[in-house]
């Protein structure tokens, strides 16, 4: 369905796998486009299929509209969270160029962890944890003695998925807790302490254009740097989806539930900043014993979740843009393919603590280039070279789970370089793993 054929001009804002899976999508649009991106590297993905890469500081707002406007942009998508949390979607709207992307009180509910939970609150919207929210140390030891072993300590800002510490794997006592607290003042930031959910965590990523909504399929994502789910947390090392949308530990209920609440917060922003949100607004969950909690809220697309739901993606991916910038969501069919993806990162050695940086990685053997989303790479005298962070990320696709797991792994396998991936995400062991675990939780 195109709904006009003006030229359309769009401005992609970030650099990494996401914006390059936003980029492919784009680029598979019937519309007549011209696409840009302003980027923090030169992602040579990206740069295949724009008009134009420019290099610069992507949270200063004067040189987004500035270049935006020299373009003649018609619609901007936003990728990564720290522009949102400066207001660059504020200043693209006053300067009339349409955003993907909510503007900056609205994007409160990523940046700061005690807005979601008290806007839960006062909107009475369910999953909520029992929680407090502290800026001293006054009360913290009381409250951890009466939430017992299972609590979180949650960072209250961006942290880059890196901003949260859970008892039992980060934190071994309440000492540790409170030693970490401790640190969290000295460098003046304020925290929240929840119980923490015990249960399957699972990603839900809505379509939003201020009034109506449109879900993607849900996600699993693995934030563990190791298999088996160990090790350090990171921006995420691999993700998964079902060929129903589903995920094969989860119900019907589940995602209703987590559907609700996703309406629910759209309706609750709308309300309390009397005007829309107009993005993605990606909802982490967990199922539990007692239904679907929220854990967090993220104000953009995931990333891996982006490159699972983008690939399998049916409708003109400008259409839904359009929808949402003009609010007209309602009208456009969002559908996705029937198909299950298994995403893995490829990382540097060392990451995320100590990475190795720079050195040359080789894809040439890689025999699917679509299903290849470059991050953190460069190229340099004609060589690429990974910069010290997620270097690529591969996507399998397929009538199964499993099938999308073999052939993303196949494929990953055949880069070279100081890389590694998880090899266990998508796997039948790794999968009834957690079916298993939730059903001795109902």
């Known amino acids: 369905m195109i709904l006009q054929s003006r030229m359309e001009k769009i401005l992609i804002i970030g650099s990494g796998a996401r914006e390059h899976a936003i980029a492919k999508s784009l680029e598979k649009s019937k519309h007549p486009k011209m696409i840009y991106c302003l980027a923090t590297n030169m992602n040579p993905g990206i740069a295949e299929i724009c008009e134009e890469i420019l290099i610069g500081n992507i949270n200063d707002n004067q040189f987004v509209c500035d270049y935006g406007k020299e373009i003649g942009a018609t619609i901007a998508i936003i990728g990564p969270e720290n522009p949102l949390e400066r207001g660059v979607s504020d200043s693209l709207w006053d300067n009339n160029i349409s955003v993907v992307g909510p503007k900056r009180n609205l994007a409160q509910i990523e940046t700061s962890k005690a807005f979601t939970r008290k806007l839960q609150q006062d909107y009475k919207i369910p999953g909520s944890p029992i929680y407090k929210h502290f800026k001293t140390l006054h009360g913290v030891e009381e409250f951890l003695k009466e939430l017992g072993e299972n609590y979180v300590v949650k960072y209250d800002g961006l942290a880059g998925g890196k901003g949260v510490k859970v008892s039992g794997e980060h934190l071994k006592s309440h000492k540790e807790a409170l030693n970490h607290c401790h640190s969290l003042i000295k460098s003046n930031q304020s925290f929240l302490i929840e119980e923490k959910f015990i249960g399957q965590e699972f990603s839900l990523m809505s379509f939003c254009d201020g009034e109506n909504l449109k879900h993607m ?37 589940d995602i209703e539930a987590a559907h609700q609440i996703n309406f629910q917060t759209a309706e609750a922003l709308k309300e309390k900043f009397k005007t829309g949100y107009k993005g993605i607004l990606y909802g982490g969950f967990m199922a539990t014993k007692d239904g679907v909690r929220l854990i967090e809220y993220n104000a953009r697309f995931g990333d891996p979740e982006a490159m699972n739901v983008l690939t399998l993606l049916n409708t003109d991916f400008i259409d839904i843009c359009k929808g949402i910038v003009s609010q007209s969501l309602n009208k456009i069919n969002v559908s996705f393919e029937k198909k299950a993806t298994v995403c893995k990162y490829a990382v540097p050695k060392g990451y995320p603590e100590k990475p190795v940086k720079n050195l040359p990685i080789d894809i040439s053997n890689i025999k699917s280039k679509d299903s290849l989303f470059y991050a953190s790479v460069e190229i340099k005298n004609s060589q690429l070279v990974e910069s010290g962070s997620r270097t690529m990320a591969i996507v399998g696709k397929a009538e199964t789970i499993t099938k999308a797991e073999e052939i993303a792994e196949k494929e990953i396998c055949l880069v070279k370089g100081p890389l590694f991936h998880r090899k266990d995400i998508g796997t039948e062991k790794l999968i009834k793993e957690k079916v298993d675990q939730m059903k001795s939780l109902r």
Do not use: C, I
């Open 217 to 253: 399929p849900v996600v699993q994502d693995h934030k563990r740097a190791y298999e088996g789910d160990t090790g350090p947390n990171t921006g995420g090392m691999g993700t998964y989806t079902d060929h129903d949308h589903s995920l094969p530990f989860l119900n019907g209920k």
